[in-house]
């Protein structure tokens, strides 16, 4: 899928999806997904499957021996989660190593394993969730490579995401939300990762889904992720104003929401 024409006359690159996450895409797209074929791929590209084991055996996943192989990892897991910490390698691997956004890849990795798993108890689109929480920030990675010492003072400038989108408007002539999006569309995302990308500040600042959003879903599980990782005690208003938007059980949501955090502080506590 093509980046918007608007945003190719600025001239900030977006990187290409890496060949092996284009394969992986394809067979994920099967019906049924061949198990061999995903952890032959993976392990084919040493480096990725390397790094998806590290972060398989990092404490976020809580798996309580340490996986030794990326079929082991799959029979742990599950293909879905695999497939996105695969895709969390891709993308941390496409933009050049920097201190500055590490804290953006962490929150990428546990904002998209928080969705993933919202999106799995509550049987919606889990992989669609997933992604849409690992590229939320994505944007931010573009502008930095595009303009580093330039984008450095504006990330130190900016309270909140909402300032930072008019800083970046106004020395960019584009925000990070924009780019993110452009770039989950040029490496074929779901349509609702997309579009949670591109509405998440608005979605996270109002708490307000846009009613042309595809899958309102997969926004109002940001909404809730985000609530989870930076404002555990404002979780309860924030089901409450957002999982009706959605067509989604407060109840429901509330509960999955709050056993998912008892998890991953356990997991992380611990060590395991």
């Not at 799959?74 to 895709?87: S, V």
């Not at 933009?95 to 509550?122: H, K, T, Y």
């Not at 940001?222 to 009706?244: K, M, Y």
Request: net charge negative; glycine share 6%.
């Amino acid at each position: 899928m093509s980046v918007q024409p608007e945003l190719r006359t600025l001239e900030i690159d977006i990187p290409s999806q890496p060949d092996a996450l284009v394969k992986l895409s394809l067979l994920l797209a099967e019906d049924e997904i061949n198990l061999g074929a995903v952890t032959a791929l993976i392990e084919a590209d040493m480096a990725l499957a390397a790094a998806m084991l590290k972060a398989v055996n990092s404490s976020l996943y809580g798996l309580k021996g340490r996986v030794q192989s990326v079929h082991q990892a799959i029979t742990y897991l599950g293909t879905r989660e695999i497939a996105a910490i695969t895709f969390e390698m891709g993308l941390r691997a496409a933009f050049p190593p920097a201190a500055e956004l590490e804290p953006l890849w962490q929150r990428a990795a546990r904002r998209g394993l928080l969705m993933g798993r919202l999106g799995l108890r509550l049987s919606l689109d889990a992989w669609a969730a997933h992604s849409a929480g690992l590229f939320e920030e994505c944007g931010k990675a573009v502008l930095f490579r595009h303009a580093a010492d330039h984008y450095k003072s504006m990330l130190r400038a900016a309270t909140s995401d909402l300032e930072l989108l008019a800083l970046e408007r106004t020395g960019f002539g584009v925000s990070h939300d924009a780019l993110g999006a452009a770039l989950c569309e040029s490496w074929g995302l779901d349509l609702a990762a997309v579009a949670s990308v591109r509405h998440h500040v608005t979605i996270h600042a109002t708490r307000v889904l846009p009613p042309q959003m595809s899958r309102r879903s997969v926004g109002a599980l940001s909404a809730v992720a985000q609530a989870l990782l930076e404002a555990p005690a404002t979780l309860d208003e924030v089901v409450a104003e957002i999982a009706p938007q959605a067509d989604l059980d407060e109840t429901l949501v509330l509960r999955a929401a709050r056993a998912l955090a008892d998890e991953m502080a356990e997991a992380l506590v611990h060590g395991r």
